[in-house]
């Protein structure tokens, strides 16, 4: 594909991954096999795509760059979705792809990467898995243990849904231009067990609970039970960062009405 150099756009939050070593190593991780379903987000200028297209032989890429999207058209393997990927209806594209499971990969942008997290999480039962290079301080909040800085709504909200590891560190020379962060690979594999519950009620209790972090949850989220008539037991003289994931899984169960709980027999693993 001879095409004039791409200049990145800052808007798009364009930082392209320009180390071979660090893309070999990336692959690995992801380890694609032929036939595969996958769908890499942000391909840009296809410096993961080609190896990744080359074991799949089909890949389908969503890019929101119309310069970028012209320029993979021309790649006779690639299905290219010219979309912001917050637009993306992914159980509409496993439709289309006839796939009963997705593959999910990509760079993604700094500016939006949590936006498109939890667009994704609605999906999640299409998902096999999700490899995504970000920034470290992102995956950092997404895989962290309680009490500590890192761990907040994001660690609660993905934890719910996803057994994830922080899988490659990518340092900034690998990218051109290298951004002023560190990044790294992160590997989301979704929960067979997961709790069935209410995402609208866990977003908010944890939104509630977190909003004040150094203050005791009974400033917070104690005044927010009350006005849910929560009858039962929760300790709110802690702070939010000392919950564990599945007291706030259990609490978001104890608040569903009672009806949907009875057809809802999930397990708090």
Known sequence: MKHGKHIPRKRFGQHFLADGGIIEAIV????????????????????????????????TVVELDRDLAQRLRSHAQLQ??????????????????????????????????????FHLLQFVDLIEDQH????????????????????GRLS?????RYVMENVLAVPPESFDPPPR?????????????????????????????????????????????????????FNVQRRAEEVPVDEYLQLALAL?????????QAVVQ
């Open 28 to 59: 690995e991780a992801i380890d694609p096999q032929p036939g595969q379903a996958m769908i890499e987000i942000g391909p840009g200028l296809a410096a993961l795509t080609q190896p990744l297209v080359e074991r799949l032989g089909h890949l």
């Open 156 to 160: 609660v909200m993905l934890q719910w």
């Open 256 to 264: 569903k009405p009672a009806s949907q709980q009875v057809s809802h």
């Open 181 to 233: 962060v560190d990044s790294a690979v992160v590997r989301m594999v979704p929960r067979p067990d997961a709790a069935l519950l209410d995402e609208r009620v866990l977003s908010e209790l944890v939104q509630v609970a977190f909003s004040q972090r150094r203050k005791l949850l009974r400033h917070t989220l104690g005044a927010w039970l009350q006005a849910q008539n929560f009858a039962g037991e």
């Open 80 to 117: 290219v979705i010219e979309s912001d990927v917050l637009k993306v209806d992914f159980a509409q594209l496993a439709q289309s792809m006839a796939a009963t499971r997705l593959r999910v990969v990509g760079n993604l942008p700094y500016n939006i990467s949590t936006p498109i997290l």
């Open 132 to 151: 995504f290079m970000l920034q470290k301080e992102v995956i950092d909040r997404m895989v962290a243990r309680p009490s500590t800085a890192a761990y």
